[in-house]
């Protein structure tokens, strides 16, 4: 099956913020983000160093991905608009990836797997994935609902603030800009795309919920 246009120039934020730049004939490179919490201010230069090290212009990109979350309120709003605002003139493809599928690619297994990440305020965000497939779309639960759950294997790079009981963890083998490498190279030529990525937040911003 023919591959989406390249080269694709990916961001995440989902954890951290890693980049990578994905070229038709296999080559991948990598970036990651050297300050936590620095997104506002690195990000830009970031991606910029990622395409001079590699002789590549913006025009040269011939589509986009951004991991759209769930996550960080500020990273993806970040990583959204920073991606919205180069392709305003250029045009080209944005693909939505999910930040826990890249996180569940990070275990490397072949065996269902669920994605965790402790989303604060007795929340989790939750999606289960088998070979890269989502078999459970993301959602965000509160953690005794997900407790119910029969338990199974998950991977998690956040703390896990309760006791899963019979869970497997299973552990980190590839970096995440590995994973975010691995992520783009499995795009298909049928995805969906559009000219620019919404945030998936899949619950308020902590201004939201001081309203109620």
Known sequence: MPLPPRPILALDTGVGASACLCFEDGRAYSATMQTPRAHS???????????????????DIQGFAVSAGPGSFTGLRVACAIIAGINASLKKPVFSLSSLAITALQADTSKPIWAIEDARSNLVYVAQYEQGQCITEPQCLAWQDFLTFEPSSFISLSDVPVTLQGWEALPIQCSREQALIQAVLAIPETAGYALWVEPLYLQKSQAEKNLT
Do not use: K, S, V, Y
């Open 41 to 59: 201010r690195e990000l830009l230069p970031m991606l910029q160093g990622l395409l001079q090290a590699h002789d590549i212009t913006w025009q």
